[in-house]
């Protein structure tokens, strides 16, 4: 049988894997404040974050920015939006740049670099941490 002190451990290891999963669910797609861009449907951002349109509902151009990889923010937003795991993205930049038809968008460290790069772009759309949000950037897609 467990121990009080082992059945403690145990206890507070699943709190502590819970509260993980909640912190995980908050990311959120951003655009600048000066952007057109209101609300996006997963599908939109989706198709712009695999250059499968690099166009905003208004017409304007879209540049996506990704989170490094093995972020685990990054494989998240992957996972949820594009229903894709980090070894199918793989596959799937391999045969896009392979075929010509496409780059992986640019790449930068973290929430706070990746807010600061589409405040200052109003073309440019990427995915953060809910708590990395400020004024300087709208949340068009709520990922939960």
Do not use: H
């Not at 998240?76 to 010509?100: C, H, N, Q």
């Amino acid at each position: 049988m467990f121990s009080r002190k082992r059945l403690c451990a145990i206890v507070a290891g699943i709190a502590l894997a819970s509260t993980a999963g909640v912190q995980a669910a908050d990311l959120v797609v951003i655009v600048s404040a000066q952007s057109p861009a209101v609300t996006l449907r997963p599908e939109q951002v989706a198709g712009i974050f695999l250059s499968d349109g690099s166009r905003f509902p208004d017409g304007s151009e879209a540049t996506a920015i990704d989170q490094d990889p093995g972020s685990p923010l990054r494989d998240e937003f992957y996972d949820r939006v594009a229903r894709r795991s980090p070894a199918l993205m793989k596959a799937w930049w391999t045969k896009m740049i392979f075929t010509g038809r496409g780059q992986p968008p640019r790449e930068v460290a973290g929430s706070v670099a990746v807010r600061r790069l589409v405040a200052e772009n109003p073309g440019m759309i990427g995915y953060i941490e809910r708590s990395a949000l400020d004024a300087t950037v709208r949340p068009v897609l709520v990922v939960r």
